[in-house]
């Protein structure tokens, strides 16, 4: 659906993104992690028409756009980090105002609002002024207002950041049930757990340069295999090289624990301890995360 | 247009539901008009002046007099001279019980340096105590009459003066006269409070000490000394009658108004005197002429002598000779006769050379209260105007939205117009209300409140172009409240709104041109109180509108440059 080619950005010679390419197709969940200062805000920014790209630009359908053009700002919607929102309006004035600045027919509003208002929890408290609601009614507030016009595509710049975890989970579960609804979302997020169960598809930008792109399981499958780590009561090198000849792994030794890395490690385990019978002091399987993707990048970019 | 309606109503629900910007925005400027409104209600009232009347001849009472002398030594001898016995005493308390028994009519102190004072006494004549005041008053280099004993001799004992002089007062040269004035007969006293009744409430204090303590209370807002013999310099105009006034210069603006009023109803007295001397000239005059009391002698008039040179004439018609002799007197008589006539007039002419008739370019008097109700109104714009553009624009930073807004099929000046339009309707509303209070509850002057009407609109718009510009330097409420304040303050000194910008020096001048409420002052003071016309204050108008689109044209591409 989106396309960006090769983007960049600098403030005052310092490049805040450098030469980015990515794509969200439609109906799909994409995740951009990175940490602090990586740009994620910056290309929400340029997405959003905020600022201006120093080089590169954006296509929608394959065409390429401007995202002052009205064409574009009506198929897109934005979330912002910190709730946007008049604290001094209610809920429900809140969306009436952003469906009169979108020009949605008074007709139609009404119906869409409060139905937006039931889709966010929300439809108990249209009439109170949002200043009194909570932070996570907020948040939900706030994703409410970016669908008013009912965009094809959502940019999210880190919605659940400073949530508690009930509040994080509720929204998580709103932004799940838009993508089950077909819409396109742009999820920038620092959630890795999260970001794994919902994006369909994840890219991780460190220092202004896209790192890596892929489904979450490719990610995570850059890192390498989940792992099998053993203490053994006795020196079994001879059977650990049969065993893993056998079912297709690899072994090597750290200090005194044993590692056994390879594919589909949880269904070979009892072939592994029946084949070590008696000498295993303790075993711990441990699955590959995409936290453990992140931190592996972050420290190549460090190093 | 999409969007100006929905954004006009949210911001006007924003305003009406924060009670900190109701309070600053619409409370706080009605609340201020209110006090400076009510200072300025009642300005004319007379001002307090307290009267110390020395030229009383109060029977048992003392006149002390202190001068600093160039020769104390000269001053001395002469006193001794004049005096068939001096007595010298131990000191002032010895001195003054003398004079009160009436043992002596005369008292002198001298002080050298740091040596005791030396107090002697005598027995002197009225003529003897005159002369030796005027030997004192021409060896002075500065003269000094105090109302009690404690003053003159604090005076000389901290060497304000190095002689003083004391006599009773019914011996005090001159003292107590009275003065024929305008069909009455005055003292001192009577005079001040006749002539200054219109302008000043005087109250009469026994001591310069007493009122000068008021005085530094503030109960008063001057004090003034008539000094011994003020109503005889009046009478006799040979010498002026100094006539010491303090007054409270730490309050400036009440200084002036006392120092404007005493010299007012002092000048008045002048005039009065003058004029009354004059007409007795005139008057005696007319008296050689006809004949008949001049100044106390009888006199044959010029007409009569005429007359007796007409008859003796005819009676030498014999001697033509002599005749012709006689001619040249009547002729002089004639000459003489109308030289008098003209001189008269001219007198008179002098006596009252100017007559005020004074008008108002509003076609009535106006008050203080007329005066400065277009700068509280010009004011009130100012502030307003620049809260309200600068509060309103950043509230979108603060809340969030502008981000959110920018993605709206708003309307390309919707969010700076709505806003505009919106703090444009409550300044104007709001100034319109103060201007229908002033007019209609305090009963102001204003010659047309229309066009007043339309200044007012104009200038709530260049003011909130001034608010737009500071909203680009702030993001949050707080931050636009005290960068609008900081800027209007000075404002409002630089304007000609507390102070005439004619009296302003020429830099100051310049500066207050590039200011848009220099142009709402002078527009709104025109149409309220010149009766100045639509074409009149076409150029502020024009200047003030220019100013607007100006600002708003800044304010919106600070705010574009700061959101890149």
Redesign the interface.
Known sequence: MISIKDLSKEFDGVKALDGVTLSVEKGETFGLIGPNGAGKTTLIRIL?????PTRGGILLDGEPVDPLE?SY??R???V?Q????????TAR?NL???A????IDKVDSPGRITSLLAWAGLEEHAER?ARFFSRGMQQRLSLA??LV?QPELIYLDEPTSGLDPEARSTLWELILRLAGEGSSIFITTHNMEEADRVCSRLAILVGGTLREEGTPGEIKGLLGADRVELRLLQDRSADLDAICHRLGLSWRREGETVIITGLELPDKLPEIVSGLAGSVRNLHYREVTLEDAFLRFMREAGG | M??W???FV?DW??II??RLLLAVLIIYPFLIMGIIGAAFYDVGRPVPIGLVNLDRADAGETAWVGAQAASTAGLERRFRRRAVQVEEYGGEAEAVASLNAGEVSAIMATAVLDEPALWMGADLSRDEISATLLDLKSEAETWSEYATREEAVAALENGEDSVLVAVGEEDYPYIGETIWLEGENYDASSLVLRFGQDVTEIEEYGSESEARDDLKQGRIDAVIVLPRGFVHKLKTLDEIAQVPVVIDQSNLVKAEFAETSIRGFLSRIKEGVVENKTEAVVAGLHILVTGGDFFGTEVVGLEQIRENLETLKRALQDRPDLQETVDVGIELADTVISDIEEAAVYLRGTALPIDLEISSVAGKRLSAKDAVVPSLIALSILWTGVLCGAILMV?EDE???R????????GAF?LVGSKLLLATAVVFAQSAVMLVLAVAVFGVFTSNAALALLVIAAASFSCIGIGLVIAAFARQVAGAVILSVLVSFPLIFMTGAVFPLSQMPTFMQWIARAIPLTYAIEALSGVMLRGETLADVAWQLGVLIAFGVGLLTLGSLLVRRR??
């Open positions: 959003t028409g905020q600022i201006a009205s700002r009506l897109v919607g934005l912002p910190e709730p946007a929102f008049y604290g001094r309006l004035e009436v105002l952003l009169r600045l979108y020009g002024q207002m970016g016009h | 999409r969007g309606k929905a954004l949210k629900r924003l539901r924060n509230i809340e969030g939205m981000i959110r807004l920018g993605l709206t099929e708003m919707a959101s890149a």
